[in-house]
C-alpha cells in the first residue's frame, strides 16, 4: 500500500524558534497533500491543503504566515511553525490523496509531536 | 456543509465482546465513508471503507455498510481483543464539493479489557 512518513516524530523547542516538519509520499507521486492538528483526545483539525507547485490553501483560522507550508515536489510537503509558542504544541498528522484514486482514499503518516517550552 | 457524528466514548468492553460504534454523516453530494483507526502514538491507519449505497467494507473481523437511507456506517466487529483498543475515527470524502480534504467524526475510544 502507499506509505506516508513525517519527520521527525517528536520535537521539542523554544519559544519563538521555527521548527520544520517534512512529509514524504514514498512510494508514490502526491499532487495534493493535507496538513492536520490534533489536540489532546480530539479529532483531527484540517490545518491546509497542500498542491504541488502552488500555494497552499489555508482552512479558517489557520494563520498562512505562522504555518508554513511548502510543496515543492510530488514527493514532499514541509509544515514551518514560525515563531512557535507554547500554544502550538501539538500532534500535527500530514496526509496524501492517490492522484488516481476515485473516492479520495487518503494515506497518513505517523503523526509528528511538536512540545514548545 | 458536511459533517460526521459519531457515538461518545471511551467505550469499554472485555475481551470476545460485540463491538458497534456508530457513525451518520450528512453531506451535500454522494460522498464516500471511511473508518480509520488510531492506536496510540501513532497516525491513522486505514480499516475499511465504503464508496456507495450497500457497499459493506471489511478488514481484520471489523465491518460496516455504507446506509444511505438511514446516512449511517457503523463500525461493529463480532468479537473484540486487547489489541483492538485504540481511537476509531469515521470520516467522508465528498469530491461531489470540490473539497479533497477528508472530514472526521471527533473519534471514539475504545478500550478492550483482558
Known amino acids: 500500500g502507499a506509505v506516508v512518513s513525517q519527520h521527525p516524530s517528536r520535537v521539542i523547542c523554544k519559544s519563538g524558534t521555527s521548527v520544520k516538519i517534512e512529509c514524504r509520499s514514498l512510494?508514490?507521486?502526491?499532487?495534493?497533500m493535507f496538513w492536520y492538528r490534533q489536540f489532546p483526545k480530539k479529532s483531527l483539525m484540517l490545518m491546509a491543503t497542500?498542491?504541488?507547485?502552488?500555494?497552499?490553501?489555508?482552512e479558517q483560522g489557520v494563520e498562512k504566515d505562522k504555518f508554513l507550508i511548502n510543496h515543492a515536489s510530488l514527493t514532499l510537503s514541509t509544515l514551518t511553525v514560525t515563531s512557535a509558542h507554547p500554544e502550538d504544541s501539538s500532534f500535527y498528522i500530514c496526509?496524501?490523496?492517490?492522484?488516481?484514486?476515485?473516492?479520495?482514499?487518503?494515506?497518513f503518516g505517523p503523526g509528528t509531536r511538536l512540545t514548545v517550552l | 456543509g458536511d459533517s460526521v457524528t459519531q457515538m461518545e466514548g471511551p467505550v469499554t468492553l472485555s475481551e470476545e465482546a460485540f463491538l458497534t460504534i456508530n457513525c451518520t454523516y450528512t453531506?451535500?453530494?454522494?460522498?464516500?465513508l471511511f473508518w480509520y483507526v488510531q492506536y496510540p502514538g501513532e497516525g491513522l491507519q486505514l480499516l475499511l471503507k465504503?464508496?456507495?449505497?450497500?457497499d459493506k467494507g471489511s478488514n481484520k473481523g471489523f465491518e460496516a455498510t455504507y446506509r444511505k437511507e438511514t446516512t449511517s456506517f457503523h463500525l461493529e466487529k463480532g468479537s473484540v481483543q486487547v489489541s483492538d483498543s485504540a481511537v476509531y475515527f469515521c470520516?467522508?470524502?465528498?469530491?461531489?464539493?470540490?473539497?479533497?480534504?477528508?472530514?472526521f467524526g471527533s473519534g471514539t475510544r475504545l478500550q478492550v479489557q483482558p
Open positions: 453531506a451535500t453530494g454522494y460522498p464516500s
Open positions: 465504503a464508496t456507495k449505497a450497500d
Open positions: 512510494d508514490f507521486q502526491a499532487t495534493t
Open positions: 470520516a467522508l470524502s465528498d469530491v461531489d464539493t470540490g473539497r479533497r480534504a477528508l472530514t
Open positions: 497542500s498542491n504541488e507547485g502552488s500555494k497552499a490553501t489555508y
Open positions: 496526509s496524501a490523496s492517490l492522484p488516481t484514486s476515485v473516492v479520495n482514499e487518503q494515506f
